[in-house]
């Protein structure tokens, strides 16, 4: 089966400017994760959906960060606008099930820089 | 709200040698757990996860784990390390009961030498 995409792979960008990303989970993976892994860290939970529903999304900074699943499938995180501290991996995850029991599966990321 | 402590940040062991990571969890109940490994540039790989049931689980390239309620540990061990397992390790706690998101420990990155 294919797996998590993501894209970009890289992008650098100045502070104050915008960004997005793109998610394509597994086929048929109900739950989909944003993570953001700032070097030497964990991935952190930034949001989770279950469908095109948001099940968490506590972590998200939400005066900057924005993200959708508007058909239950593909998903978009958004940065606007971009400060130094949100230079990070930002990983992409899907699962079958929304429960904490679920294996997720991880795209490769994108690197983001900001100048 | 669970936790997980990794407390090797970096671990350096020889080609051959065996290996063991340590992690700790912090949860009432009994946890979900999971190792994950991370080669550089790459997304998380699932090596093994623990429920319930046998404390000792396998995973995928030869690793395994012990889940030890007394100690609330779950650490990764392998026999005999090869190059290419040279990469950062994730320790990850899940718990149940309604939503319950999963935490990632901070890794330890381990390194192999000839």
């Known amino acids: 089966e294919a797996g998590v995409a993501q894209s970009p792979r890289y992008k650098i960008i100045e502070k104050r400017q915008s960004v997005a990303f793109w998610c394509n989970p597994i086929s048929g993976h109900a739950t989909l994760y944003w993570y953001q892994q700032i070097l030497g860290q964990g991935p952190k939970l930034l949001i989770q959906?279950?469908?095109?529903?948001?099940?968490?999304d506590s972590q998200l900074p939400k005066d900057r960060f924005s993200a959708e699943r508007l058909k239950g499938v593909d998903s978009t995180l958004k940065i606007q606008p971009a400060k130094l501290e949100d230079s990070a991996v930002y990983l992409c995850?899907?699962?079958?099930?929304?429960?904490?029991?679920?294996?997720?599966?991880f795209g490769d990321g994108t690197r983001l820089s900001i100048l | 709200a669970q936790s997980v402590t990794q407390p090797d940040i970096h671990i350096t062991v020889s080609e051959g040698a065996s290996l063991e990571l340590r992690c700790n969890y912090s949860y009432g109940a009994t946890p979900y757990l999971f190792w994950y490994v991370q080669s550089p540039g790459q997304g998380l790989q699932l090596l093994l996860k623990?429920?319930?049931?046998?404390?000792l689980v396998q995973g995928i390239k030869g690793f395994e784990a012990e889940f030890k309620r007394s100690q609330s540990s779950f650490n990764l061990r392998k026999p005999s390390v090869h190059w290419s397992d040279a990469a950062e390790y994730f320790c990850?706690?899940?718990?149940?009961?309604?939503?319950?998101?999963?935490?990632f420990g901070t890794g330890t990155k381990l390194q192999v030498i000839p």
């Open positions: 959906f279950q469908n095109n529903g948001v099940v968490d």
């Open positions: 995850a899907s699962s079958q099930g929304q429960g904490s029991n679920q294996p997720q599966h």
């Open positions: 990850a706690v899940g718990a149940a009961g309604g939503y319950q998101k999963v935490t």
């Open positions: 623990y429920f319930s049931g046998d404390t």
